[in-house]
């Protein structure tokens, strides 16, 4: 069975660990890429980070795109979203299929 994980401030984090999901708080750069490092090592399916955290390692995000596991998924922090996560979404649907379906702007 793969596992879930968290990663971002201790704050956001620590709820889903309530959720059974395994987490890594990260306030630094560093931290958050070693916790990302070792939860991919450790057979860790879906990582779950928060969009500042994300914002700050996206040298180490970008080397997982092309692996089929772990999928790294943007949320919220405690303090709200900044949007990065759906233009992450947004950006991955088109590549998949060829077409924003999602987000289709009305012109």
């Known amino acids: 069975m793969h596992k879930v994980a968290a990663v971002g401030s201790r704050d956001t984090v620590l709820a889903f660990k309530a959720l059974g999901l395994a987490v890594k708080p990260a306030e630094t750069a560093q931290e958050a890429s070693r916790a990302v490092f070792e939860l991919a090592q450790g057979g860790c399916a879906v990582i779950f980070i928060t969009e500042n955290v994300a ?3 996206q040298e180490t995000i970008e080397r997982y795109k092309t692996a ?3 999928a790294i998924i943007p949320i ?6 900044d949007g990065s996560g759906m233009r992450s979404v947004r ?3 088109e590549k998949a299929i060829g077409a924003d379906i999602l987000f289709k702007e009305e012109g």
């Open 68 to 70: 089929p596991l772990p």
């Open 55 to 57: 914002a700050q390692i």
């Open 76 to 81: 919220p922090g405690a303090t709200g979203s």
């Open 91 to 93: 950006a991955n649907v």
